[in-house]
């Protein structure tokens, strides 16, 4: 399979949230300032800033660099989207319990493996984020998929069996395009018990490996230097891997390097090649209903961003970016 299952464009604190511990950390300082005005709402400097740090982290993007800004300004279109989903949500009366956001965060906290509140603030405190704003985000989050079902839910069409079968053959037969990786990884574990000095060390180290292998260090150089090793991952397909680690390899170049935060430890994974999948393919009925799914939210997708186009014709919107 060539890519990790759809998600929507505008429900991206999904993904922010999701990257909070999978990415690396900037500083959380930022001269605020208004770089959008959404009819009555405004969009700061802060905001831009929290969420672009996610992206960039996960992309290895250097803050400064071209691709960097440009991808500011996309997050900038998508929280002018959010405004605009938001208001109308609550025009609407949609409304979110505390009790749906308070389990929202119990399965975050699980799926994360994060033992109580106080390591869930530590990983928080690394994007600039407190437990309050995360909590509002989930909110957010949970009223725009209602109003995601509510105006365009009625237009869904079923997914027919003929599409998905098209997508079966172009992403999972054997020689039908699929694609599979070629990676590389080393590993730079935090020492039993580290305190937050011992990991911020531990960080600046993998910040600093990156900036030697983009300035074209030789690798065995820099893991001499650093007293790194490294494992050949051999290939790989990428349905087979982290959805998260997926979304992001598909956005490298071959030869380029991402550093990866977890629990543990930080991972710096090298993409060495691609190359078309000539492994065995997943039974199409085993893999069948994730691309129904997959399709289907692809298809919801499209129309609600139709529809968001139709908010943005009606509203006042300046960008002061």
């Known amino acids: 399979m ?4 759809l998600k929507p464009v505008t429900l991206i604190l999904a993904v922010c949230l999701a990257a909070v511990l999978g990415a690396v950390p900037g500083s959380p300082e930022v001269v605020d300032r208004i770089v959008a005005e959404v009819n009555d709402e405004i969009i700061t400097m802060s905001e831009l800033e929290q969420m672009a740090r ?19 300004r996309e997050m900038l279109e998508a ?47 690394k994007m600039g ?14 009223q725009q998929e209602r109003l995601v079902q509510l105006v365009v839910g009625a237009k869904k069409t079923p997914v027919s069996e003929a599409e998905v079968r098209r997508f079966y053959e172009a992403n999972f037969k054997e020689g039908g395009g699929g694609q599979q990786v070629h990676l590389q990884m080393m590993n730079m574990p935090f ?3 580290a305190t937050a000095e011992q990991k911020a060390g531990i960080q600046k180290t993998a910040e600093v490996v990156l900036n030697e292998y983009r300035r074209g260090q030789p690798l065995a150089e820099i893991q001499r230097k650093h007293s790194l090793t490294s494992q050949d991952l051999g290939f790989m397909n990428p349905s087979d891997l982290d959805p998260k680690l997926a979304e992001i390899l598909a956005k490298l170049k071959p030869g380029e390097l991402v550093p ?30 994730e691309i129904r799914r997959m399709l289907a939210q692809k298809d919801l997708e499209k129309h609600f961003m139709e529809w968001v186009k139709t908010l943005r014709e009606k509203a006042h919107i300046k960008i002061m970016l």
Do not use: H
């Open 2 to 5: 060539t890519s990790s299952p």
């Open 191 to 193: 020492p039993p018990g």
């Open 54 to 72: 996610v992206f960039q982290a996960q992309a290895g993007l250097n803050p400064k660099s071209k691709e960097a800004l440009s991808m500011k």
């Open 129 to 142: 984020m407190a437990l309050p704003e995360m909590r509002q985000q989930i909110a957010d989050q949970i």
């Open 260 to 289: 990866i935060e977890t629990p543990n430890g930080f991972q710096l994974i090298i993409l060495k090649e691609r190359r078309v999948g000539k492994g065995k393919p997943q039974p199409f009925e085993e893999v069948a209903p």
């Open 79 to 125: 929280l002018i989207d959010r405004k605009l989903a938001k208001a109308e949500a609550k025009r609407r009366g949609i409304n979110v319990a505390g009790k749906e956001v308070d389990q929202a965060v119990e399965e975050f906290k699980k799926r994360n493996r994060i033992l109580d509140d106080a390591a869930l603030n530590e990983a928080l405190g």
